[in-house]
């Protein structure tokens, strides 16, 4: 099954190079973020390096996210949807295009992949921290 297509969302949820530009700025960030506790043993200067491309990285990914979330905002308060859902009205098919679109973006294979790199690479970063400081 093809995703959003002709739909509202289609420039948010699809395989677009600026998306996968933005994840590939997320998974970089989350990586270097992460490794600055090792690092910081290695040499002080590559912890800096990577606490800075960490933290810019995840600057730059969050006002990507940020756009994408506040554009969505936009139209479901242009189409007064919440409302609708609430007091059960009749949905358009706009609406119905809109909402399914917000579905299939919750479904995207990047969002899957990214939140598996954090916590993966998160469990990763706190083992060898804890052996880094503790147990070393």
């Known amino acids: 099954m093809k995703k959003c297509v002709d739909c509202v969302e289609d420039k948010n949820c699809r395989d677009s190079f600026s998306s996968w530009i933005f994840f590939a700025i997320g998974l970089i960030a989350t990586i270097a973020i ?11 200067i590559y912890a800096k390096i990577a606490w ?7 600057f730059i990914f969050f006002i990507y996210k940020f756009r994408v979330n506040l554009n969505r905002t936009r139209i479901i308060n242009k189409q007064n949807i919440v ?24 479904s995207s294979r990047k969002e899957t992949i990214n939140y598996l790199f954090i916590f993966g690479l998160s469990a990763v970063a706190l083992l060898l921290a804890i052996y880094m400081d503790f147990l070393r």
């Open 83 to 106: 409302d609708k859902i609430d007091n059960m009205k009749q949905l358009t098919k706009d609406d119905y295009g809109f909402i399914r679109a917000i579905l299939c973006a919750l």
């Open 52 to 58: 800075y491309i960490g933290v810019g990285g995840f």
């Open 34 to 44: 992460r490794v600055v506790t090792l690092l910081i043993h290695v040499n002080p």
